[in-house]
């Protein structure tokens, strides 16, 4: 199964989250952070419905956070 084989791929939120700090949004179109989902990208203006969490993403920015701290 392919991740190519979506007929259209519509703009998500990937909410990356964080231990410390608030969490943030990414618009999967244009690549923007946002403090919140909103129903539509502020920079691009893609109207985005859904929020798709990824905790992989996060993990590993924390992780490098954690190396270089301290
Ligand atoms: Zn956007």
Redesign the pocket.
């Known amino acids: 199964m392919s991740l190519f084989s979506q007929k259209k791929k519509s ?1 998500v939120w990937i909410q990356k989250t964080h231990y410390m700090r608030a969490d943030e949004f990414i ?6 952070k946002a403090k919140k989902a909103y129903k539509k ?6 109207q ?1 419905s859904k929020v798709k969490y990824d905790p992989s993403w996060v993990d590993e920015a924390e992780f490098v956070d954690m190396m270089f701290d301290d």
Not at 27 to 32: D, I, L, M, W
Not at 41 to 46: I, K, Q, V
Request: proline share 14%.
């Open positions: 703009p618009c999967s179109a244009c690549g923007c990208c502020p920079r691009c203006g893609a985005i």
